[in-house]
């Protein structure tokens, strides 16, 4: 065993245990894993927005004069890949879940610790394809690899782009197989079902979806790749395959992902809704049951994504059904949301503000999902900006603005620093302003008829403006992106010291020291107590930090 | 040399006796000579719901003896099998409610 | 409150050095890896089954075509080769008893013979490969079909009618696609036994700690019930014909 530095006088952390590259990337604590995966999912976001700015610099102008129609098929099919793959799936789970999971059951670490760090270095093989596939020249498939195009007449890096994906699936699948184990196995004495931290019951959802459809999409992209260097024939129209079988299985994995990309942001979200209302969440068993429900549920709508595709009226009608099914259980995680929130003593520290972002947004984002479940609007919608944002409306004014609001939540905990309030409450308002401005004109957009992936819109000048307002907008959601990168740097260094429970928060990550321990607990918890126990904790949450 | 059905080891884990374990090994072997048999009878559509059905005999056996799942005291394995079947089956089902369909006026 | 030492006050002892100090109990780590291992295979569930549903789809659209196509394979390669499979599921299970009653000599023995037949397996299935090769059966630019459909061997010359050769292709690109990552799956249990194989002569595995062999057994099996779809759906279409 390394010996341990530690200091006359200085307690032993997770940080601080061990010094040196080799002690961080042969670690099996799951803390230090937890920063590992944010360093990677930090550099990705920041890969992805800058192909998202060029997109949006492109659409300045309607005429396509930044770039060719070729680069910039590249250009958004590389920000969806990076984006999807190697930020919004892992980000939570990967980050926050990874740390926190086991100390908030009360265990020492996740199940399986070394498939935990096997995780990270298969995120990171395929992030290094990625970065590959960019350097290379990139791949223009768009994000949703559709054939016969991926598989007949790209000269692109398609394979090797799809060998990224799929290395990073099995990252995805290894995770998700983790956490459920640990959830199942590793709970203290006394942490019932019942009593888990509603981030807990978002993250096995999430779990269970990424078990069972990534390995859908991990073959579907097998049988792309072995079509190109095989000659193997199953999506080939000339064989008489059909490419909507790609379709279907592509989807049937990429509708479940966008709840993999949700669920821990609700998870998020509960936690620090009762912390900064003081109250218990309204209807806990409805609320876990609605993660449960939203995994479910969600594998029964991929084709909504096909209407126009060419699948048959009738089966078209069927996942049109199915997919207002799968917004009820989100309402109620909203309408719950609101009822904690309902007479109880609410402050507005930075967490609460990305929470309440978060709870706008995110129904914004579901509601336009319903419009788009109805066959008619669909056929009028479909393959324009309003798609774009819909989905940008969950994916970041949901599952970012989530992930800000946690990070922002448990940094304390993390770092045992704490981050500057004041410059946290206004890059949280930036983002929101910057957001809105960005991804609201593209309803506008979408619904006037401009298509998606277009760099060209000059036959159509009018959409210039709402196009300008959404690429100032984009600017404006970067200098909010940036400045807590350089807030929580600078934290770690000049930041306060954080005490145990700086929000005097409920939860068995708030009892131990910040940051943790190596092994999180001196001795296994015993629990007692129901979760968010808010009205045994007498003291308010600390106002000036 | 015949053992009890259910011997134990240290753990109280099940230990499989030899004889069950050949007693399955026959039953699937004898399958096998099923099937193939069977293909050669005219069944008309029937055909591939025999084979199929004798596949997932077959299937069972080896999953509840050979895994050991029918003398685990472990609700969850069941629980974990039946999911991946039940979303196995959702995928061909709703697949098909689109191939199947296709067609229709 | 907080000690100043290193935070290990709650590791005792184990008797079992297998234990890892994550686990309160051996049990728990058992229970944890057998969970694991089903979870996993329900990933693989999910993986083949993107490939049962592209053969769903195909199957139900060309059928007579994959008649045709499907006489091109041996039954009788196919049928020994289910058997040996089963067989070697039997010896993953006499390995396991073997294990689980400290068996050293007895569980090296069963482990060797699961590969041994193991490799049988992938031996028959490079000949069959070969096969298809001589005869122009593999996809790509090199295809060439021209056979008759199921029951027109019995008509007149004139009426008899053939096979599309693309939906033929189409076939061969499942069968290739479907035995070829059955045949990878083999491949890697015949690694991980090779493993265990060396790991049990050297005395690893106990009555107390076996559970490798256990977990590396279910992955074993669920290639062999892979299998025993496979067979009847790619070598038995309509040969009643």
């Known amino acids: 065993m390394a010996t341990a530095v530690v200091e006359t006088g200085e307690r032993e952390t997770y940080l601080n245990r061990e010094y040196g590259i080799k002690s961080w990337l042969l670690t099996v604590d799951h803390k230090r894993i937890a920063l590992l995966y944010l360093i990677g999912i930090t550099f990705f976001f920041f890969v992805g927005g800058f192909f998202a700015l060029l997109v949006r610099l492109e659409l300045l102008t309607p005429a396509g004069d930044l770039v060719q129609a070729d680069t910039y098929n590249k250009l958004f099919t590389m920000h969806g890949q990076v984006m999807v793959f190697f930020f919004l799936i892992p980000a939570i789970p990967a980050v926050l879940g990874n740390f926190l999971i086991p100390i908030m059951i009360g265990a020492k670490d996740l199940a399986f610790p070394r498939i935990n760090l096997l995780s990270w270095y298969l995120y990171i093989i395929g992030g290094c394809l990625m970065a590959y596939t960019i350097l290379a020249g990139g791949v223009d498939t768009g994000w949703t690899f559709y054939t016969p195009l991926s598989t007949e007449f790209l000269k692109t890096n398609v394979i090797t782009a799809a060998l990224a994906v799929f290395v990073s699936g099995f990252s995805s699948i290894f995770t998700g197989l983790n956490f459920i184990v640990t959830i199942h196995r590793m709970r203290a004495p006394g942490m019932t079902w019942n009593r888990l931290p509603l981030f807990v019951w978002a993250h096995y959802a999430t779990s269970i979806i990424q078990v069972l459809g990534t390995p859908v999409v991990a073959i579907a992209i097998v049988l792309v790749a072995l079509e190109r260097l095989f000659h193997l024939g199953i999506f080939n129209p000339a064989l008489g395959g059909d490419p909507l079988l790609f379709q279907h299985l592509f989807w049937f994995y990429s509708h479940p992902a966008v709840y993999i990309m949700i669920l821990p942001g609700m998870g998020i979200v509960s936690e620090i809704v009762c912390c900064f209302s003081r109250k218990r969440v309204f209807g806990y068993q409805a609320m876990a049951m609605a993660v449960l429900g939203i995994a479910v549920v969600g594998f029964l709508v991929w084709a909504h994504h096909m209407f126009v595709a060419g699948i048959s009226v009738y089966a078209a009608l069927i996942f049109s059904l199915l997919s207002y099914f799968v917004a009820v259980p989100s309402a109620i995680k909203v309408f719950n949301w609101t009822a904690t929130m309902y007479k109880g003593s609410i402050t507005y520290q930075t967490p609460m503000i990305y929470a309440f972002g978060f709870i706008g947004l995110f129904t914004i984002g579901g509601l336009t999902g319903l419009f788009l479940a109805c066959l008619g609007v669909d056929v009028h919608v479909t393959d324009t900006y309003f798609v774009v944002a819909h989905f940008h409306y969950i994916m970041v004014g949901g599952t970012i603005m989530a992930y800000m609001g946690g990070m922002h939540f448990w940094w304390p905990k993390i770092s045992g620093k704490l981050y500057p309030e004041f410059w946290g409450k206004l890059s949280a308002m930036i983002v929101f302003i910057g957001f809105n401005l960005t991804f609201f004109p593209q309803f506008i957009l979408g619904y006037m008829g401009m298509p998606r992936r277009y760099w060209d819109y000059s036959k159509a000048p009018e959409f210039q403006i709402l196009n300008v307002l959404s690429t100032a907008g984009a600017s404006v959601l970067a200098v909010g992106y940036l400045m807590p990168m350089i807030y929580f740097l600078w934290s770690m260094r000049y930041g306060k010291p954080a005490p145990d429970n700086p929000w005097n928060a409920a939860g068995l990550e708030w009892m131990i020291p910040s940051p943790p321990s190596t092994f999180n607990f001196d001795e296994q918890p015993v629990v007692t107590w129901e979760a968010y126990n808010y009205d045994e904790i007498k003291e308010e949450v600390p106002v000036a930090q | 040399m015949k053992e009890a059905m259910s011997d134990h080891n240290s753990s109280s884990e099940h230990v499989s006796s030899i004889g069950s374990s050949v007693a399955i090994w026959l039953a699937l072997l004898v399958g096998t000579a099923l099937t193939v048999g069977a293909a050669y009878v005219d069944l008309g559509p029937f055909n591939v719901v025999v084979a199929l059905a004798i596949a997932s005999i077959k299937a069972t056996l080896v999953v509840l003896f050979f895994m050991h799942v029918k003398y685990t005291h472990e609700k969850l394995t069941k629980m974990v099998i039946a999911t991946a079947i039940f979303f196995f089956l959702i995928l061909l089902a709703l697949s098909m409610a689109d191939y199947g369909t296709r067609l229709w006026t | ?241």
């Open chain 3, 1 to 241: 409150m907080h000690n100043s030492s290193v935070a290990t006050a709650n590791h005792e002892v184990h008797d079992n050095p297998a234990l890892l100090h994550h686990f309160a109990t051996a049990e728990q780590q058992k229970d944890a890896a057998s969970l694991g291992m089903w979870l996993f295979l329900v990933t693989e569930v999910m993986f083949f089954g993107g490939m049962f549903c592209a053969y769903l789809v195909y199957r139900y659209k060309y059928f007579g075509d994959f008649g045709s196509a499907s006489q091109q394979l041996s039954i009788k390669l196919g049928a020994i080769n289910t058997a040996v499979l089963i067989c070697s599921s039997l010896t993953v299970v006499l390995a396991v008893r073997a294990a689980q009653l400290g068996k050293r000599t007895v569980l090296v023995f069963w482990l060797l013979a699961t590969i041994v037949l193991g490799l049988v397996f992938l031996g028959i299935k490079a000949d069959e490969y070969a096969e298809k090769f001589e005869k122009h059966h593999v996809p790509g630019p090199s295809f060439h079909y021209h056979e008759l459909l199921p029951g027109q061997a019995g008509l007149p010359p004139a009426d008899r009618r053939y096979a599309n050769p693309s939906h033929a292709e189409m076939y061969f690109s499942l069968y290739f696609a479907m035995t070829g990552m059955h045949a990878l799956h083999m491949i890697i249990g015949v690694g991980l036994f090779s493993f265990l194989t060396y790991f049990a002569w050297r005395g690893k595995y106990t009555p107390g700690y076996y559970t490798p062999i256990e977990n590396a057994g279910l992955y074993w099996h669920f290639v062999d019930i892979v299998w025993i779809y496979l067979f009847p759906l790619l070598y038995l279409i309509d040969r009643h014909r």
